[in-house]
Each structure stands twice: as structure tokens, then as C-alpha cells.
């Protein structure tokens, strides 16, 4: 069992940037596409981004697009994202999350494809 934590939220302006981090432990995910999914107060639980298993490929929902950037370090067990021109709209629980899968052909944007969940770290951007 993966047990993720999540840190690097905060309280930014908009236009500021945060650099959220993900520690992983338990055993090694270096063959688990990892991603960031996000929750505001009322909201469905939406996807953010993820990185696949060797860092190959990304995939970023539209809204985060060139502003948001995924990337891990299998070494240190740990994923990141930093998140640049931060807007209101971006205030949520940020959590980090495992793919259920090693390798899985292709990088998934589905909550329910990943099985290991952060407690998430709050992101709450002041306008």
C-alpha cells in the first residue's frame, strides 16, 4: 500500500505561484503514472494533471494548461507540480494519486483508475 502526502499549499495572490510536492512511501511507484486531481468547496472532485510512469508524457486539463507543470522524481519517490499565474477559480484541496496499474498504456484523467490518495494540501488563491 502507497501512502501519499501532499505539501507546498498555501495562501497566494492571484498571479502567484505555489510548488505543491508529493512524498511517496510504502513501496516504490516508479512503474505508477502518478496525477493531481483538485476539489472546491461544492464541487466534484476534477482532474488536474498526470505524468507517466518515466516521465515521458504529460496530460493536463484544459483549464491548468500552460500554466500548471507535473513532473516527478522516481529517486526520491516524489512528484510535484508548480503552478504558475494562479487564478481564483484554482482555490481547491489539491491531492496527489497512484494509477491502480503499473505502466498502464495510456495516462488516465479518471479518478476511479487511481487507488492511492494524499490527504490533500489546500491551495486558496485571493484575487
Known amino acids: 500500500q502507497v501512502q501519499l502526502v501532499e505539501s507546498g499549499g498555501g495562501l497566494v495572490q492571484a498571479g502567484g505561484s505555489l510548488r505543491l510536492s508529493c512524498a511517496a512511501s510504502g513501496r516504490t511507484f516508479s512503474r505508477n503514472h502518478m496525477g493531481w486531481f483538485r476539489q472546491a468547496p461544492g464541487k466534484e472532485r476534477e482532474f488536474v494533471a498526470a505524468?507517466?510512469?518515466?516521465?515521458?508524457?504529460?496530460l493536463y486539463a484544459d483549464p491548468v494548461k500552460g500554466r500548471f507543470t507535473i513532473s516527478r522524481d522516481n529517486a526520491k519517490n516524489a512528484v510535484y507540480l508548480q503552478m504558475n499565474s494562479l487564478k481564483p477559480a484554482d482555490t481547491a484541496v489539491y491531492y496527489c494519486?497512484?494509477?491502480?496499474?503499473?505502466?498502464?498504456?495510456?495516462?488516465?484523467?479518471?479518478?476511479?483508475?487511481?487507488?492511492?490518495w494524499g490527504q490533500g494540501t489546500q491551495v486558496t488563491v485571493s484575487s
Open positions: 505524468i507517466n510512469w518515466n516521465s515521458g508524457s504529460t
Open positions: 494519486a497512484a494509477d491502480q496499474y503499473d505502466r498502464r498504456w495510456y495516462l488516465s484523467p479518471t479518478a476511479r483508475d487511481y487507488s492511492d
